[in-house]
């Protein structure tokens, strides 16, 4: 078993979330790491968030890892399960805890903010396509793009 010497950030919650964390590696039958808890701290707090964002975030905690470190925990978290991607149009690839709810995404056009939309009807697939005759759909990836209250706001 692996040791995780640090200590989980001051605040509300944070020892709960660690173990939480802990809990979804070790399901997935991943070794628990000072890097991939990092990631899963900085996703908690920052779903959506791209690989630079997330390194950035994770400086003050892990200052010695390194981008291509971060984007190999990503890429073991998501072949795990552990993490959902997703890639909007013209933009860096997105990274969330939030998994198998088959939910969908509304992106702001101007600034890139990504929000979370519930899935419509409550289970995949959540849409019914006129599918080629013997294509099961299994599911529906839907990004619905506009612009955030903020940018909304700012246009009128
Ligand atoms: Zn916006
Ligand atoms: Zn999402």
Do not use: K
């Not at 001051?10 to 979330?17: D, I, P, Q, V």
């Not at 890429?75 to 969330?96: C, K, N």
């Amino acid at each position: 078993m692996d040791l995780v010497a640090t200590a989980p950030a001051a605040g509300s919650g944070a020892l709960e979330r660690r173990v939480a964390h802990e809990g979804m590696l070790r399901t997935r039958g991943l070794r628990v790491t000072r890097g991939r808890l990092a990631v899963l701290d900085v996703l908690a707090a920052q779903p959506h968030a791209d690989a630079d964002a997330i390194h950035r975030a994770m400086a003050s905690a892990e200052p010695s890892i390194s981008l291509q470190s971060v984007h190999n925990v990503l890429a073991a978290l998501h072949e795990a399960g552990v993490l959902r991607r997703f890639q909007p149009a013209r933009s860096a690839a997105r990274y969330e805890l939030r998994v198998d709810d088959n939910h969908h995404h509304a992106v702001c056009s101007r600034c890139g903010r990504v929000e979370d939309v519930d899935c419509v009807t409550g289970e995949a697939p959540c849409l019914h396509a006129p599918a080629p005759a013997g294509f099961a759909v299994m599911q529906a990836e839907v990004t619905f793009w506009g612009l955030c209250a903020a940018c909304a706001a700012t246009e009128r």
